[in-house]
């Protein structure tokens, strides 16, 4: 009934430096990768493309993004000090890394208690001002769930492992997920701060039969924008007392240069006469 | 029929110039923006500022990190602009984004809002304040002046209690629709300070004048 968001070990931290600096930098193009470890009770070690990435990597546990080149990666889940050759909890060969994206993969249960790999790719499109993204992931063994926001349903009928996200206004939310349908609180309430500009991603995980179901969340800033205008007047005074002295202006203009020719020509006038 | 003709030959060179001179003055006092390019370029930061010591030292930006797990420590909220040149002082309240999407202001000119999206006094990036330079209830307010500061005129507004002192660089007026607000508002690059209000002909119609009247100013480091 937590929301976790541990971030990783030193360990880890640095095994993944390592893993950056062995292949070629493209940093413009470069993909960010999170992984979030959504599996109860088992600590594992995390290889990509036969290289140790994380190692003592336990449930709950969400990396700082990784800037990787895109690619194929092969992803393997094994027991901790398994080797690069050691069994497999899960695996997936040629996961598809596109430069410039956000991604999070993750480790997690099916629907039906097994463990797999998902990579989500993360909204990182522009956010209207004043708003938040709110993204929910169904990443537990459990049945089809609705998400509601302060008592109202949000997101309905939401399976493992697909996702649901909105455009809110910014702000605290009390969000809880409830069996699809029904009244039956199956995790939270948890509060959660929508910032503006972000996208809020929560994840569910864990295990209903095993009475462990928990929330992750993950936030990605910088989506923000501009707002459309600064509408910063509306009497039109001001306007108006410009617009008189202009007018005086040029009244007094006009009249001048009209006396001046008029008193020129009459004084040419008299002189012809 | 000579002696009306006389007359009518002086009345009618006295009206032509008098019409011409009118319009030569209609056309100068006209309501014009600056250079909406020069505008921009300013909002944004990239010119417009005297080479300071700051300034000129290269800009070493650190990488944007994407994931934010705890909000930065952010600066109290600013709660009074003042304005020596104005002889004004005005309460600055948090504001956001109205319903329409444009940022929200505070219904009495007197007030200006903070865009609390943004950064604030100390941040990098601009803090926007904005007061209505008038309202149809209570008239004109302080910001009415705003397009009279000189470059090198001070700001001062006041967050937590402290003081952050700002130097005026420019004033510029830009149409609404040519003004780049991702500048006006941006939340990165070079500290700043934009005071923003309306200005040049105001459209009955929609009850909205057409033109922004943006102040850039820059801390003064102390």
Sequence with gaps: ??????????????????????????????????????VPDATVDVYVNGEALLEDFEPGTLTDPQMLPEGEYDLKVTAPDAGA????????????????????????????????????VNDTSEIEAGKARL?????????????????????????????????????????????????????????LDLAEGSNTIVYAWGSAEDENLKLATQSISGMHSAPDGVPSGDGGQVAAADQAGRYALVTLGALAAGGLVLAGSRRTARQRS | MSTHRAPRGRVGPALLAAVLVGVVLLWLTRPVGDDPAVVNAAVAGEGGSPPSPSAAAPVVQAAPTPTTPEATETPGPPTRLAIPALAATLPVTPVGVSEQGAMEIPDDPRTAGWYRYGPGPGEAGATVLTAHVDSRERGPGPLAG????DSGDELTVTADGQPHRYRVLEVYTAGKDELDLDAVFRRDGREALHVVTCGGAFDAATGHYEDNVVAVAEPISE
Excluded: Q
Excluded at chain 1, 102 to 113: C, F, P
Excluded at chain 1, 160 to 184: K, Q
């Design chain 1, 135 to 191: 993204t929910v992931r169904h990443t537990a063994a459990a049945p089809a769930v609705d998400v509601r926001a302060n008592g109202e349903v949000a997101f309905s009928g939401l399976t493992n492992p697909n996702e649901e996200s909105a455009d809110l206004p910014s702000g605290s939310i009390s969000a809880d997920v409830v069996l699809a349908g029904t009244d039956t609180v199956a995790l939270g309430p948890a509060d």
């Design chain 1, 1 to 38: 009934m937590s929301v976790t968001t541990r971030t990783l070990g030193a360990t880890a931290a640095m095994a993944l430096v390592g893993l950056a600096s062995a292949v070629p930098a493209h940093a413009a193009e470069d993909a960010h990768v999170s992984i979030l470890h959504g």
């Design chain 1, 85 to 120: 050759d050691g069994d497999a909890i899960v695996e997936a060969m040629d996961v598809a890394v596109p430069a410039g994206a956000n991604i999070t993969v993750v480790a997690h249960l099916d629907a039906d208690g097994e463990p797999t790999l998902t990579p989500f």
């Design chain 2, 146 to 149: 705003l397009r009279t500061l």
